[in-house]
């Protein structure tokens, strides 16, 4: 079985910054492509970025493109998210996932894999 834990959320003021971290343990982490989603009140969780097993595919949503940076430590088991210039609807839950393949990396469906999420509050 394959955990993930999400941590860094939290407030910050619009043009802020964030660094959320995600930890995969129970399986060979390398394995795995990694994708960020968020899920805001009332809204379809969607797609954030992810990255494949080696770094070398990244692919971004467009509106986050130019202020969120996704990497990866594969000695560390951990997932990275750096998020600059922060925007009120940059807030909700954000999660991360893993699957093995990187294929249709943009559906929620297509990963086997989530953590319980972490909170990103952007105050405007």
């Known amino acids: 079985q394959v955990q993930l834990v999400e941590s860094g959320g939290g407030l910050v003021q619009a043009g802020g910054s964030l660094s959320l971290s995600c930890t995969v343990s129970?399986?060979?982490?390398?394995?795995?492509?990694i994708g960020w989603f968020r899920q805001a009140p009332g809204k379809e969780r969607e797609f954030v970025t992810a990255?494949?097993?080696?770094?070398?595919?990244?692919k971004y949503a467009d509106s986050v493109t130019g202020r969120f940076t996704i990497s990866r430590e594969n000695a560390k088991n951990t997932v990275y998210l750096q998020m600059n210039s922060l925007k009120p609807e940059d807030t909700g839950v954000y999660y991360c996932?893993?699957?093995?393949?990187?294929?249709?990396?943009?559906?929620?469906?297509?990963?086997?894999?989530w953590g319980q999420g972490t909170q990103v509050t952007v105050s405007s």
């Open positions: 129970g399986r060979t982490f390398s394995s795995y492509t």
């Open positions: 990255i494949d097993q080696s770094s070398i595919y990244t």
């Open positions: 996932a893993a699957r093995e393949t990187w294929y249709e990396v943009i559906s929620p469906r297509a990963y086997d894999y």
